[in-house]
């Protein structure tokens, strides 16, 4: 008894042989996942920030959304992706897009705001870097032939409506970063929060510098 084999479509993009543009937009498609594993995960282990733990849990939720709407709408992806054996679930909106612009969108409200996990003043991240990268994901379905346009703008359309919504339900709604952080379970990780240090970066420097020189932090041999 044969059975129809599917793949595991995290990181399998395909482009066409010879095409150095398909090639680099096809990396450029695997954006959202460096930010999900390399990111996130890193920064859940060595920072444990709240606003950075609430920005992973807003794009997981906003993707949730997102496949929701999927499975309502029913949209077919374009005939090209038939040629790339990738049309397995359907296509509007764009995961893709919706992701790479919600990330976009909390990233430079969180900037504009000077409550960045570390970036509070470098706005320029946001301008050259952040958006050219979302712009460009979402140019890169399309290009690859995972995506129509409307697909793609519907994505990325979703993806701002809903970064500006969590926002503000996290920095203006929900006032539980020090009822978390003094928890039992907030010390048990070292959940932090430090939106209201100016210069977070600054603050570490100047004190690991002290605490170097202070005796109770000196390591046991």
Request: net charge positive; proline share 3%; charged share 15%.
């Amino acid at each position: 008894m044969s059975s129809q084999l599917r793949a595991v479509t995290l990181t399998h993009v395909r482009y066409h042989k010879g095409d150095q543009l398909g090639h680099f937009l096809a990396w450029i498609s695997l954006v959202p996942v460096f930010i999900s594993l390399g990111g996130f995960v890193s920064h859940f282990i060595f920072r444990r920030e709240l606003q950075g733990i609430f920005f992973a849990l807003g794009l997981l939720i906003s993707q949730i959304i997102s496949d929701s709407i999927k499975l309502a709408v029913q949209e077919a992806r374009p005939e090209t992706c038939i040629l790339l054996e990738m049309c397995d679930s359907h296509g509007w909106p764009s995961s893709h897009s919706q992701y790479m612009f919600f990330f976009a969108t909390y990233f430079t409200l969180l900037t504009y705001n000077k409550l960045g996990i570390i970036l509070r003043r470098q706005m320029w991240v946001a301008c050259f870097v952040v958006w050219p990268l979302a712009v460009l994901t979402m140019y890169s379905r399309v290009y690859l032939g995972y995506h129509t346009v409307g697909q793609v703008f519907a994505g990325a359309s979703l993806g701002v409506f809903l970064g500006f919504v969590w926002f503000w339900v996290v920095n203006a709604r929900i006032k539980v970063f020090l009822a978390i952080e003094e928890s039992s379970l907030g010390r048990w990780f070292y959940i932090k929060d430090t939106s209201h240090i100016p210069n977070l970066l600054e603050f570490e420097y100047a004190n690991a510098r002290a605490a170097r020189r202070h005796p109770s932090y000196k390591r046991s041999e």
